[in-house]
């Protein structure tokens, strides 16, 4: 890509130059260098989009679900034949990792296969004689039109979160890529071009809050599945609700990793730990950056070595050939503005009595004199309740806190405003077992640094991390994207 591609809108089955009120400039975070321009797209261009979605609907909804499905299949094959291709242009933009791409793809395919299975999962019920020769009957319907608004952190996962249940279950969509990073799911759409799918019923549009706005307002518009922070997450919700449309809305996170005494497999931990710490330079939900440690000795223990394992990371880009597949490597924060206010928190978190025990601020990587680098920053000997710790950073920042006992631990987990998920180290069977039932968030992992569900499973959090009632994946999207609709029915013998 060159500073001179704009990025075009997807409408109708055809790529559009957009009509735009400006342009907004995507960028490599770890060079600085400009790569592509997203247009601002206009509430004329949402109009065409909503409208184009809408006039496919009927056709789509009536098609049969085996013939909806098989374009999903095609669309996982081509996108797993290219999917070097789109990794790397998903590195270039975003800022992560090769491996972390490679792995991002792969989810991309399986929730392509979970949605393929809605012919089993669209599937409603019967129950015969439920009264006097009356038979009561449960189906599943598609609704209409939805939007999805994504974020930037997951340019290709984090769509398909949406695309194909919304598809599969007979309606028809409307993307809006974060402007940030719009080169991956253009790549993606490209090869769904080429399978003709019929128009209008996925389209792709380019632009800022404005046109997110619009698509949430607009009144053809049934639903909106939306992921990013909270503070966002209440106005669409909000708003939604205002509005009578479903509304899927994921936000923030601050999720906590809790080791037990008993734990004995230190090495292995500290990497595990390490690893849900800083992949994708900590800029995902489901990224672990609080530590709790059970009792002083452990305490100390964990803070020593994850702080000695820490520096064994390597700040660079990740294109870099030296690099482009080594596991421990983090690359840059999104933007300046970003790595502005993850340096503005350690000032904070230093003020207000935290040891700065590694400080990742100041990193300079050659070649990349304009990047957005932050290398793996530790805070020990902090307090539920210092803004470190209430606050999502998004960025690779560790805190190690210390609890006198699991109760503790779990209190300090039930007490914070997000609670998108935690995890537990230990192998006492009871003390796992009072963990997840006592814990208050969406997500519990035992042994396990990042408790993702596979697609398979339902993924969303709880309280300020999740601001609606039906989760991702698996069957809650079904549920998300379709009506229930009851029949009850009673027929009497004729001449």
């Given amino acids: 890509m060159s500073k001179e591609h704009v990025v075009r809108n997807y409408i109708a089955g055809q790529w559009r130059t957009a009509e735009a009120q400006g342009f907004l400039d995507v960028e ?192 053809d518009v049934k639903g909106v599945s939306f992921v990013g922070k909270t503070d966002t997450c209440r106005i669409i919700a909000s708003r939604c609700a205002e509005l009578g449309k479903r509304c899927q809305a994921m936000g923030s996170a601050k999720n906590h990793l809790v080791v037990m005494p008993d734990y004995k497999q230190i090495d292995e931990l500290i990497r595990n730990m390490s690893t849900s710490c800083y992949g994708c330079a900590g800029q995902r939900c489901m990224a672990s950056s609080v530590i709790v440690a059970i009792g002083d000795a452990m305490y100390e223990r964990i803070s020593a070595t994850f702080v000695a394992d ?87 920042v560790v805190c190690i806190m210390k609890a006198g006992s699991l109760d503790e631990a779990i209190n300090i987990i039930n007490n914070h405003p997000y609670s998108n998920a935690c995890s537990i180290y230990t192998q006492n069977g009871y003390e796992a077992r009072k963990f997840k039932l006592n814990v208050e968030t969406g997500m519990v992992g035992i042994n396990v640094g990042i408790p993702a569900p596979v697609p398979f499973l339902p993924f969303g959090g709880m309280k300020s991390s999740m601001l609606c009632d039906i989760k991702m994946q698996s069957r809650s999207a079904f549920q998300f994207y379709t009506h229930n609709k009851v029949i009850v029915e009673r027929y009497w013998p004729t001449e």
């Fill in 28 to 219: 490599n975070p770890a060079t600085g260098e400009v790569i592509a321009r997203t247009p601002r797209s206009t509430t004329t261009e949402v109009d065409r989009a909503v409208a184009a979605a809408r006039q496919a609907f009927p056709a789509w909804a009536h098609m049969s679900v085996a013939r909806r499905v098989s374009w999903l299949f095609r669309w996982r094959e081509i996108l797993m034949k290219n999917e070097e291709k789109i990794s790397r242009i998903l590195v270039e933009e975003m800022g992560k990792s090769l491996s972390d791409a490679r792995a991002e793809m792969k989810r991309v395919y399986q929730n392509l296969e979970t949605a393929c299975a809605a012919p089993m999962l669209q599937q409603g019920s019967k129950l015969v004689d439920c009264a006097g020769d009356i038979d009561g009957e449960e189906m599943h319907e598609p609704i209409g039109v939805f939007a999805a608004i994504t974020p930037f952190n997951f340019p290709a996962m984090a769509p398909f979160w949406f695309i194909p249940y919304a598809l599969a279950t007979g309606n028809t969509l409307v993307v809006k890529p974060s402007e940030r990073v719009p080169l991956t799911l253009e790549a993606i759409t490209e090869f769904l071009h080429e399978l003709e799918l019929p128009p209008g019923v996925y389209n792709v549009l380019n632009g800022d809050k404005d046109a997110s706005i619009a698509l949430v307002n607009h009144p």
């Fill in 310 to 396: 820490s520096r064994k990371y390597r700040v660079d880009n990740p294109l870099n050939p030296d690099v482009l597949e080594e596991s421990l490597v983090i690359g840059p924060v999104i933007s300046a503005q970003s790595q502005a206010f993850i340096h503005s928190m350690i000032e904070i978190g230093v003020r207000e009595g935290a040891t700065l025990a590694l400080d990742g601020r100041g990193i300079r990587v050659p070649g990349c004199e304009k990047g957005h680098f932050i290398g793996p920053t530790v805070f020990t000997n902090v307090r539920p309740g210092m803004r470190i710790h209430q606050t999502e950073l998004f960025g690779p």
